[in-house]
C-alpha cells in the first residue's frame, strides 16, 4: 500500500515549513513539524559551535528519532499520510560540520542504530535558495536564536544539500525528488508559485499511488 510521506528538506530559512503547513492544508495531510526552539542547546550553539555542536546534534537527532517513531505508529502504518518539514537525514549534514572528527564517527554509529527502521519517505521535496532569500526569509520570521547565525555556515549547509541531495538520488533511485529554487519560485509570498509547487507535488503522489497499483 501507498500512504504518501513527504519530506521537505532544504537549508535553513528556506521556507520548509511554510510549504509543509501548505501541503498538510491542501490534502488534508498529517503535518510533522520540527519544533527546534525546543533544543535547549541551540542559543549557546549559535555563539559557540565547537562547545555545543555534541549536545546540540544529539538532542536533534534523539528528538527526530522519537517524532518519527510515533508519526509511523499513529499515521503511516494505518494508512494516513504524512508531511514533515525535515528528514532525518539532515543530521548528518549538519554534524559533519559541527562535530570534531572523533565525536562524528560515535555520532554516526549512534545515528545508524536508531535510523535503521525507521520509514523512509516516499517522496522528497528539496528545496534551495542563495543567502540573500536565506537571510531575508530568517529575518522576517524573527526567530531570536536564529539573529547570530553566521552567513557563512548558511552557505556551507547551502552546498552540503546541493551535494548531498544529488548523491541521494543515486542512493535511493525509488524514490522521486522534486527540485524547487526558491529564487525562482517564491511560494512563500506568492500564491500562484505556491500553487504551482503544490500542482508538482499532486502529481508525484498521483504517480506513486499509479505504480503501487501497477505492482
Not at 519517505?121 to 540573500?132: D, G, K, M
Request: aromatic share 12%.
Amino acid at each position: 500500500m501507498f500512504v504518501p510521506f513527504i519530506a521537505v528538506e532544504g537549508p535553513i530559512g528556506v521556507g520548509k515549513t511554510t510549504l509543509t503547513a501548505a501541503i498538510a492544508e491542501t490534502f488534508s495531510y498529517e503535518q510533522l513539524q520540527e519544533i527546534s526552539g525546543e533544543n535547549p542547546f541551540l542559543d549557546q550553539f549559535y555563539q559557540d559551535k565547537e562547545k555545543w555542536s555534541f549536545q546540540t546534534e544529539m538532542f536533534f537527532l534523539c528528538n527526530r528519532y522519537e517524532q518519527l517513531k510515533q508519526i509511523n505508529k499513529e499515521y503511516i502504518s494505518v494508512g494516513k499520510a504524512v508531511v514533515a518539514d525535515y528528514h532525518i537525514f539532515k543530521n548528518i549534514l549538519f554534524a559533519q560540520r559541527t562535530l570534531e572528527a572523533t565525536d562524528f564517527v560515535k555520532y554516526k554509529e549512534i545515528y545508524r542504530i536508531l535510523t535503521e527502521d525507521l520509514p523512509m519517505p516516499n517522496i522528497i521535496i528539496s528545496l534551495s535558495a542563495t543567502l540573500p532569500t536565506l537571510q531575508q526569509r530568517i529575518a522576517k520570521r524573527g526567530r531570536s536564536y536564529e539573529t547570530d547565525i553566521d552567513p557563512d555556515y548558511l552557505l556551507q549547509l547551502s552546498a552540503d544539500y546541493h551535494s548531498y541531495i544529488p548523491e541521494f538520488e543515486i542512493v535511493h533511485p525509488e524514490i522521486p525528488v522534486i527540485h524547487i529554487n526558491g529564487d525562482e519560485m517564491d511560494f512563500v509570498s506568492n500564491k500562484a508559485d505556491m500553487d504551482t509547487v503544490l500542482k508538482r507535488v499532486y502529481e508525484a503522489v498521483q504517480k506513486g499511488l499509479k505504480l503501487n497499483e501497477i505492482t
